[in-house]
């Protein structure tokens, strides 16, 4: 097949055929299949015929899908289909759980079915849960604690190392070349660098509070599975806590992200102050505490108190930090009047994605400049100027 040929073809798969899509190219054998698995979500009218509400055909069309395109593909389209299509419903019985390709936005999914899910599609549906959750740990852990243990090796730096073994050589030469006497060949430090002695106690800690309304599906996974990580580091002390109208501490199952996250409960209001307030009852010691909360900011508490809440804890020395996501879902839909007012006392609201959160960790436990780091890694920031709503990046 020529170039050409193979352009055509490629445009006749995205447009879906009909007189309109003036390709004038025809399909056949497995190109034929892979355009009807598209039609069925994608063409004009998929909505009244499509798959319909049949599981077997559902099920028949999710493995079609699975031989036709590579799992990052299926994944797509495995979330427009259940969107587009309103599949929900299916996805509670154990047979369509075992065909589905499993990835975050599946276990968003599941979450919300969790009270409405029948038993026997249950152990399924945490299989499948388990799998998604194990897949990100192998992916993200090592990263994370790397990145926290370097932090907090960095942070504990001192200038008055009492011992000559805690002294770091190599940057106190750098720190000193210009004291090299060359009639000497050496180096006469003026001041030492070294390593403060390494604690076993807990250094920082560390309060995720998270916003379980619908829209924060995907970042309620992965907070779970950062919150999981960072519990296992024992120079860190983490809680976390979800939030709706009311607030659930789930610090106790940061053990099993799984179990994690079958305690949530997405949907319905949200409550940030309650959280807040919450949140600072579990903070010990704010000058060495990060509180992350992770909320789209659209509060249906007393606003006023929360931002007057933020405030109170900034003062008292606790590193905030506010994330409109924490998701791979691009520019994230928040409240630019609230974000702004975060920013203009000096909190950051910005979306992170997780392949970034390890190095915000870093950030924070090192008390570098947080609204700098965001300008330079994240997708979506709420400057202070931006106090009107849609005027912020995105």
């Not at 193979?6 to 007189?19: A, D, F, P, S």
């Not at 002294?167 to 070294?194: C, F, H, M, Q």
């Not at 079958?262 to 959280?275: E, K, S, V």
């Not at 994230?332 to 203009?344: I, R, T, V």
């Amino acid at each position: 097949m020529s170039a050409a040929d193979e352009r055509m073809r490629r445009w006749r798969l995205v447009l879906g055929g009909g007189e309109a899509d003036g390709t004038g190219c025809g399909l056949q054998g497995r190109d034929a299949q892979m355009d009807a698995a598209l039609s069925a979500v994608y063409d004009q009218g998929a909505r009244e015929g499509g798959l319909g509400a049949s599981a077997p055909r559902v099920a028949r069309w999710l493995g079609d899908i699975r031989s036709y395109f590579p799992s990052t593909v299926v994944q797509v389209m495995q979330k427009d289909a259940i969107e587009k299509l309103n599949l929900t419903r299916l996805l509670l019985e154990p047979e369509m759980l075992e065909a589905v390709e499993p990835d975050v936005h599946l276990v968003g999914t599941l979450l919300a079915l969790n009270r409405v899910m029948p038993d026997q599609a249950r152990e399924s549906a945490r299989a499948l849960v388990r799998k998604v959750v194990e897949e990100l740990e192998r992916r993200l852990a090592q990263k994370t604690r790397a990145a926290v243990t370097g932090a907090l090796d960095r942070s504990a730096r001192t200038h008055r190392p009492k011992r000559v073994a805690d002294i770091d050589w190599d940057r106190t030469i750098r720190a000193n070349l210009k004291n090299y006497l060359p009639e000497r060949n050496t180096v006469v430090p003026s001041r030492l660098v070294g390593y403060a002695r390494r604690q076993r106690s807990v250094q920082r800690e560390v309060v995720l509070a998270i916003d379980q309304s619908g829209s924060m599906a995907a970042s309620v996974v992965y907070s779970s599975v950062f919150g999981a990580v960072l519990a296992s580091m024992r120079s860190l002390k983490t809680s976390l806590v979800v939030f709706d109208t009311s607030v659930v501490d789930l610090t106790d199952q940061l053990h099993d992200p799984v179990e994690l996250l079958f305690g949530t409960q997405l949907g319905g209001g949200t409550d940030i102050n309650r959280a807040i307030a919450y949140s600072q009852g579990l903070i010990t010691r704010p000058t060495d505490s990060i509180f992350i909360l992770i909320s789209d900011l659209y509060e249906g508490g007393v606003r006023q108190e929360m931002l007057r809440r933020v405030a109170a804890m900034t003062q008292a020395g606790v590193q905030v930090i506010v994330l409109l996501a924490l998701s791979d879902e691009g520019a994230p839909f928040y409240d630019h009047e609230n974000a702004a007012a975060l920013a203009a006392m000096g909190v950051p609201a910005f979306a992170c994605t997780p392949d970034a959160f390890p190095d915000l960790m870093a950030a924070a436990i090192e008390r570098r400049d947080i609204v700098q780091w965001a300008e330079r890694n994240t997708v979506g920031t709420a400057p202070p100027w931006s106090r009107q709503e849609g005027q912020g990046p995105v």
